[in-house]
C-alpha cells in the first residue's frame, strides 16, 4: 500500500494535533514534513522521521507530499490556499477560508479550476454524539425536523489579544454552530434574527462585540431553530445539540471524563464535563483527518466542502448584520 | 382549627382536580360546595358531603364559602370574578383571567378595589422540579441569569373546535412558558422576536394560526432567552427549562413514570416522560391550591397575582404583534 | 355501583395511608370505620363520615364491613386474623403473617378454611418501576435470569426499642427483599448464604444482631443472586433492582424528588433520593390497596398469598441459619 | 531528557496496544525494539524505527534495552520474567504472573532478589471511571466502606480452545475483579464463599467450568461484598462497581459510545456500553504503561505489584476451593 503524504502547516496546537493524528492513528497517510513561520515552533512536533521547514513553499515543492493541512494563522489562509492549488495539493484548510466573502469565492474559483480537493476544517461533524444525532435524522427516526436548538459555551473567554482580532463571536463561535446546524438538518437556513448582550466581561462590549447571544433560525424545509452561545461558563465546554421532528427528538448531551457518581446526604453528584475543545473533540479531530485521507485514497468528494465554508461565513454575516439592525435578515440579502 | 370554606366553580376535568385536592389534601380547607351550569357535570365532583349548585351565584350568597376556584370556560371569567369580588370571596382564577387587555385591566382594578385576595393558576411554578430550579436560581448558584431556554410541547394538538377558540399558539401554550421564564429568572422580559412555522397540521395554518414556534427574549436585567413550542410531539409531554448563568446552569428535564431501564443488544431504554398536563403536574396542582390556601390562612400575599396574569397575556400579545409585523417588538409597544 | 365496605385496623403510620387511599382513591370501595386500641390513635384519620372504634371486633361485627385491612402491631396479627376468617371477613394483613412458622401455617389453614381471601401486604411489588422491571422479565425482554441484584438500605436505623423486637435485619429488612427477587423472577430461591456485620451501630451486634449484610441465593431456575442490606445510609433510602438474563438487563433505580440538575464548577449535582419508605412508596401503598379491592370486586384471586408470606419468612429463616452456622443452607432445611 | 528504552515481547492484540502506547502517547518513552515468537507476527507492530526479533534473548542483551513488557503467551510467563531480571531489566507482566503459586513465589523472590521494577498488568485500575471512585474512596467521600459490588460481564464468551486452557472463570474472569475490590477499598480480603452456574453454554460445565458466578466476601476491615461474573452479556461489556460506605455511595457505571439519545413513542433510547475490554479500556491501557514509565523515570516504586499479582490469584484460587467444597473459604486456607 502507499501511503498518501501529507504535510501539515502552522504548529500551534491544532497543527500538532493532525500531526500526531496523521503520523500515529491513520495508516493510509504518512506525515512528510511540518512546517512554521519559527523553527523552533516547527520542532514541537516532535515525531520522528519527520522534516521541518520554516517556510510553507519549500513544503510545497516536494512531489512527495500531496496534501497540505493549513493550521496556519487566519490571516494567511488565502494565500497559502492558492499556493497549495497552483502546486497541485489537496487541502485541508481550518476555518476560515478567508475573512472576505469576496477572498472566500476568490479562493473557490482558484480551488476549483485547479480540480484540487478542498476540505475545511468543520471538526465538530465527526465528534461521535453528533454524528449520532445526525444519523438519527438521516435516518427518519426523527422525521421531518420541526426545531433544531443548540447550545455551544466556552470554558472561559480567550485571550484579549484573540477577542480583538478574531471577528467577534459570530464569526468565531456561531459559526461553529451554523455548520451544525446545516449539517444535522440537512437543510439550509432562509432567515436569522440575533441578539445579544456583553454579560461576561465589559471590555467585550468595548470591542463592540458581544459575548452572549441568542440567534434564531429559519429552515428552508420549515423547521425553526436557535442557537445561544455564551464566551464564559465557569465549569467547561458547554455543547449540545437537539433536533426534534414529526417522529422523535434526538439529542446530544455532554462528554464527562468518566462515568464515576457519587451519593451523599448533599446530594448525587458527577464530574463537570470536559473542558474545552482538546478535551472533548479528539475523536473529532482525528474524525475529520481521516475523512479528508480517505476522500483522497479513495478518490471521492470531501464531505465538508468549501461551500459550507463559505455557507457558515454568510450566516454569520447575516447573523451580525440582524443584530447591527435589530430586525430579522434573509440569508439572500447578502451578497 | 377553622378551616377555610372553598367552593369550586366549573367541573370540567380541572375543576375536579381542584375539588379532589381540596377535600382530601389540605386539611386547612373545607370543599363547601361545587358548581357547574349542568346538575349532571355538577355531580361529577363524587365527593361526600359536598352540596352540589347549576348557578354559582348561589354559591356566593353563602356565608361559609370563604374563597373561590374559578374553573369554568373562558369566556365567563369576566364576569364570574366581579360577582365574587362583591361578594367579598378570596379568588382563585385558571388563567387567563379575560380575553382583552381591556376587560384584565376592569377586573383587576375591581378586585383590588374589593380587597379580595386574586391568584391566577400559573400551576407549573408548584412543579417541584421546576421550582428546584427556581431555588438554585434564587440561592444564586447560577448567579446572575445569562441564557433562559425553555421547551414546552403538546403530545398531541387539542380538538380542532378548541383550537378555533383559544386565541392562538401564544395565547394558549407560550403564556405559560412566558410566567415561566419571568418565574425561574425574577426579571422581567422587555423585548420579544417571535416566528414560527405550520408543520403538524395544516388546517391549524388556516385558522392563521402556528403550531411550531420559536420566540425568543430580551430580559430586563439583560439575560436573552428561547421559549420553542409545538402543538405535537407524538410521544409525550415535553417540558424542560433551563436558566444559565455567571455561576453555573440549572436545568429541569422531563419527569417520567418510573426509573426502569432495560439493556439490550439495540441499546439502553427508558420509559416516554409523563403524558400530558393531567400526568406531569398533579404535585402542581396540589401546590398552587395548598399555596392559595395557605395566603388565606396566614394572611398573605398570593404568590401568583393578577399582574402576573396580567404580564403573561400582555407577553403573548407582543409575541403575536412581533410575528405578524415580522420583527422584534417591545413589551411596552403593547397598551 | 356498590361499593366494598372496608374497616381499617390500627391508625399507626401504615394504618393512616391505607385509610386515606381507600376512601379517597378508590373509588370501588368504601371506607366504613376505622379502629384502635386507643380511641385518640383512632382519630387520627380524620376522613368525614368514618366511624371509629377502640376494639376491633365491634368492627368483625358490622355487616356492612366486607373486608379488613390489618394495620395493628405483630404480635396481634395472629389473633386478628383468625378472628377476622371467623367472621368471614376478606382480608389484608400487613407482613409479618405472625411471628413463627407454626402460627404462619395454622393462620394459613384457617384462612383458607373460612374460605376468605387473604393478601400480604409487600408493598413493592407494586411500586412502578419494580412492575417495569417484572414486565420487562415477564415479556421475555431479558430472557431467562441468569443473576438478579437487590440494594435495599435505610436512611436510618429505627429506633433502638424497635430494633430490640423486630426480630432482626433478616426478619426485618431482607425479607422483603426475599418477596422482591422471587417477585422479578418468577422463580424460587432453593439456597441462600448470608454474611453480615455490624459497622453502623454497636449496639446492634450486642443485640446478636447484624446492620448491614449480603445474601447470595440460587434459584431453582439456574439464577444466581445476592441482595445486600444496610441499616443507614446517611442520605436516604437506597432501593435499586437489576435482573440480567440471556437477552438483556433490566434496571430499577432509585426516585428522587425532581429532575432538576445543577452544573457549576464542581460538577453535575442531583437531589438525594426519596427519603424513606412513606416517601417512595406511596403509589405501591396505593397500588397494593387497589388490587386487594379489585381482587374483591372482580372475584378473583389475590396477587401476593399468604404462601408468599409464608415463603419470604422461611427464607430469612434460611438466612439466619446460614450466618449463624456459616454455611449455604438449602430452603427444604427449614421445616 | 534520556528517555527510558523499552522493549515489548509478543505482538499479539495486547503487545501491539501496549508497543502503540510507548511509540506515540509516552514522550518519556522510547520504543525500541518488539519481539515475537514468529517474526511475521513482530512485524505487526507498524511502528517506524522499532527493531524486530523473533527471540526475547537478543532483546535482553541490548544495552539500550531498560525495560520489557511481556505480553506473550501465560505459559512463558515464569521463564521470560526470570531472564529479564538476570538482565537486570525493569518488568511490566501481564497477568497471571505464572499457573502456579509455587511458581508466583519463586518468580517474586529472583526478581526481588535482582532489584529490579515489577508491575503486573491489572490495567482496570487506570481506567478513568474506576480511579475516579477509587479517589472518592480514598479522599473519605464515602467513609468507611461497608458494601462493595463488582458487575464483570462479557459481551460474548472466548473461543472454547481458549475456554479449555484459561483456568476457568475465576482465573480468568473474577482475578480482575478481586484486584478491583482490593484497589477500590485499599482493603484485604479475608474470605470468599463462590457459587455459579452453567447457564450459558452447556460446553463450559463439560469443562468443568462456570459461565456465570456471584462470589460474597468478607474484608479484613469489615465490609461485605460481591461480585457477578457472565461470560455472555449479548450487548456489550458490562463493567460496574460499586463502594457504599458510611458517608455516601461511590458507583462506576458503564461507559458508552456517544452521548446522544432519541426519544420517541417507545421511549427514550442510548446505544449500548462499549463493546469489549479493547473499546473500553483504552485509556487504562495507556494509564498503566504511563505509570509504569514514569515510576522507572521518577524511581519510584510500580502502582500494581508482584504482591498484588499473587493475592489475586490467591483469591481466585479460594472461590474455586469455595464452589468446590460448597462453603465459605479463607483465604489463609490458601497456601
Keep these: 500500500?502507499?501511503?498518501?503524504?501529507?504535510?501539515?502547516?502552522?504548529?500551534?496546537?491544532?497543527?500538532?494535533?493532525?500531526?500526531?493524528?496523521?503520523?500515529?492513528?491513520?495508516?493510509?497517510?504518512?506525515?512528510?514534513?511540518?512546517?512554521?513561520?519559527?523553527?523552533?515552533?516547527?520542532?514541537?512536533?516532535?515525531?520522528?522521521?519527520?522534516?521541518?521547514?520554516?517556510?510553507y513553499r519549500k513544503v510545497l515543492a516536494r512531489k512527495d507530499v500531496e496534501a497540505v493541512v493549513i493550521a496556519t494563522s487566519t490571516d494567511t489562509h488565502e494565500q497559502i490556499i492558492k499556493d497549495c492549488a497552483g502546486a497541485r495539493k489537496d487541502?485541508?484548510?481550518?476555518?476560515?477560508?478567508?475573512?472576505?466573502?469576496?477572498?472566500?469565492?476568490?479562493v473557490l474559483k482558484i480551488v476549483e479550476k485547479a480540480g484540487v480537493r478542498f476540505m475545511v476544517g468543520f471538526n465538530r461533524r465527526f465528534d461521535p454524539t453528533f454524528r449520532r444525532v445526525?444519523?438519527?435524522?438521516?435516518?427518519?427516526?426523527?422525521?421531518?425536523?420541526?426545531?433544531?436548538?443548540?447550545?455551544?459555551?466556552?470554558?472561559?473567554?480567550?485571550?484579549?489579544e484573540y477577542l480583538k482580532v478574531c471577528g467577534g463571536i459570530f464569526f468565531d463561535t456561531t459559526v461553529h454552530d451554523f455548520d451544525m446546524a446545516r449539517?444535522?438538518?440537512?437543510?439550509?437556513?432562509?432567515?436569522?434574527?440575533?441578539?445579544?448582550n456583553v454579560l461576561v466581561d465589559r471590555r467585550i462590549g468595548e470591542l463592540g462585540d458581544l459575548d452572549t447571544t441568542m440567534v434564531t433560525m429559519k429552515f428552508r424545509g420549515g423547521a425553526v431553530?436557535?442557537?445561544n452561545n455564551c464566551r464564559k461558563t465557569g465549569y467547561s465546554y458547554d455543547q449540545r445539540v437537539e433536533v426534534f421532528g414529526s417522529n422523535g427528538c434526538a439529542i446530544g448531551n455532554n462528554?464527562?471524563?468518566?462515568?464515576?457518581?457519587?451519593?451523599?446526604?448533599?446530594?448525587?453528584?458527577?464530574?463537570?464535563?470536559?473542558?474545552?475543545?482538546i478535551e472533548r473533540y479528539p475523536e473529532a479531530f482525528f474524525g475529520e483527518m481521516k475523512a479528508f485521507v480517505q476522500s483522497i485514497v479513495n478518490g471521492t468528494?470531501?464531505?465538508?466542502?468549501?461551500?459550507?465554508?463559505?455557507?457558515?461565513?454568510?450566516?454569520?454575516?447575516?447573523?451580525?448584520?440582524?443584530?447591527?439592525?435589530?430586525?430579522?435578515?434573509?440569508?439572500?440579502?447578502?451578497?
Design 183 to 196: 449539517y444535522l438538518t440537512g437543510d439550509e437556513i432562509e432567515e436569522v434574527y440575533a441578539m445579544g
Design 225 to 227: 431553530g436557535s442557537i
Design 91 to 106: 487541502i485541508f484548510c481550518e476555518k476560515p477560508i478567508a475573512t472576505s466573502l469576496k477572498a472566500i469565492d476568490e
Design 301 to 335: 468528494a470531501v464531505p465538508v466542502t468549501g461551500i459550507d465554508g463559505r455557507k457558515a461565513v454568510v450566516l454569520s454575516m447575516a447573523a451580525k448584520k440582524s443584530w447591527k439592525e435589530h430586525r430579522p435578515v434573509r440569508i439572500d440579502e447578502i451578497k
Design 134 to 160: 445526525r444519523e438519527h435524522v438521516e435516518k427518519g427516526s426523527v422525521g421531518s425536523p420541526f426545531i433544531v436548538n443548540i447550545t455551544s459555551r466556552d470554558p472561559q473567554p480567550p485571550h484579549f
Design 255 to 277: 462528554e464527562t471524563p468518566n462515568r464515576a457518581e457519587l451519593t451523599n446526604s448533599d446530594g448525587t453528584h458527577c464530574d463537570v464535563p470536559l473542558y474545552f475543545n
Design 1 to 55: 500500500m502507499s501511503r498518501v503524504g501529507i504535510a501539515v502547516l502552522g504548529m500551534g496546537r491544532q497543527g500538532q494535533i493532525h500531526s500526531r493524528n496523521i503520523a500515529y492513528r491513520i495508516p493510509e497517510a504518512k506525515l512528510v514534513c511540518v512546517s512554521d513561520i519559527t523553527m523552533k515552533q516547527a520542532e514541537q512536533v516532535r515525531i520522528e522521521g519527520v522534516e521541518l521547514y520554516d517556510d
